[in-house]
């Protein structure tokens, strides 16, 4: 502290009150953070801060012991939640109203209403293991007012009016531009929930975006076949990435450095994160990034992040230099590299890693879409 100014955020000072370990980095298998006894949760815990964050997002990751269920609690910040490990149920309510309840196993996904009374409860024989993405950073660094935080009285009925279907599985699909979507407040397994086809980021792969639970932080699965990877592409910051299937790594680098890092001497600066299912990472604000197949099963992604077709946040939109950016060439406007504008040496490393593991590369003739 410098004359009487801290130099942590509101968000930084409050985890730091909350007295569980922080983990900080490029990426990190979700099973092994280090967790530690959370009182006011009432079970072990961790907050994660990945580099692309950057005070957009925030990650905790909570134990409930068997047969135990967490401490019950309210906030006006997003959280969608991912289940590791572990059965269990949650139970969402408002004072004076009736509660919801709704069972969860390995690989669901939800989202508490925003503000809404929710207590999570482990009904199996195991550890539940969960692990929850949040924009509490802007809420309570805009605010900076815990009490407000965790203990304002009003109720977002324009999000949640105590339906009795309201985490039901989504039934609508729809396009929008050029991506798919899904309306749905709960997944039941994220591993083997349906993708749309999607030839715009991957040759063979697929996308679907999902809007959960009227938020500005959503997210969408992808996934693309053996042999092959991604398009490279940048955004906003503050997306989360989790591997659900197969294994491979992700290169990230500035965009200001160029299409070409390898071909133009940039080589040091691309940050390499391998992965495996469980494995969590967060490319920076501006990074280019492209994620590579080196496992023998279709590769299967879940990012959690902002931009909601429905609740649009400005600074995202601007981070793809127009709405949908991502699936648009940078030769047109926007921050995607066709395959047949990438650096090479991208696809020789690829070439080179999946050769060591005898899997043959299936990538276009000519890696365009």
């Known amino acids: 502290m410098t004359n009487g100014i801290d130099s942590k955020t509101a968000y930084e000072r409050w985890m730091a009150q909350e007295g569980v370990p922080v983990t900080e980095g490029y990426g990190f298998d ?11 949760r009432g079970g072990r815990g961790a907050f994660v801060q990945l580099r692309g964050m950057e005070g957009a997002t925030g990650m905790e990751v909570v134990e409930i012991p068997p047969g135990k269920a967490l401490e019950p609690e309210k906030h006006l910040y997003e959280k969608v939640v991912y289940v590791v490990e572990g059965m269990g149920s949650t139970e969402v309510w408002r004072e004076g109203e009736g509660k919801r309840f709704f069972e969860w196993g390995p690989g669901s996904l939800f989202a508490p209403p925003l503000n809404c009374w929710h207590r999570l409860v482990n009904g199996g024989r195991e550890r539940a293991l969960l692990a929850a993405v949040t924009n ?6 805009m605010f900076h007012n815990i009490d407000f935080v965790f203990n304002c009285d009003y109720r977002f009925k324009d999000r949640y009016d105590a339906q009795e279907d309201y985490f039901a599985v989504g039934r609508k699909r729809y396009v929008v531009d050029r991506g798919n979507y899904w309306d749905t407040n709960f997944i039941a397994d994220v591993a083997t929930a349906s993708i749309d086809a999607h030839e715009w980021k991957a040759a063979g792969g697929g996308f679907t975006g999902f809007e959960i639970a009227g938020n500005s932080l959503v997210g969408h699965l992808v996934e693309w076949p053996v042999g092959r990877y991604h398009k490279g592409h940048y955004h906003g910051s503050g997306a989360v990435l989790m591997i659900l299937k197969s294994e491979g790594y992700t290169i990230m680098w500035p965009n200001e450095l160029g299409i070409h890092p390898y071909q133009d ?5 691309v940050v390499r994160v391998d992965w495996k299912p469980g494995t969590v990472f967060g490319p920076p604000s501006g990074w280019f990034h492209q994620h590579f197949n080196l496992g023998s099963e279709k590769a299967r992604q879940l990012a959690l992040r902002y931009g909601s077709k429905r609740h649009k946040m400005g600074f995202y939109v601007a981070a793809q230099k127009r709405d949908g950016g991502v699936f648009i060439s940078v030769k047109e406007g926007g921050t995607l590299i066709e395959y047949e504008d990438e650096d090479p040496r991208i696809g020789e490393i690829f070439a080179a890693d999946l050769k060591k593991k005898g899997i043959p590369l299936d990538m276009p003739p000519s890696r365009s879409r």
Not at 30 to 40: D, Q, S
């Open 136 to 141: 509490a950073p802007m809420i309570i660094d």
């Open 265 to 269: 001497g940039h080589g040091d600066k």
């Open 30 to 40: 979700v099973k092994e953070i280090p967790l530690g006894a959370w009182p006011r």
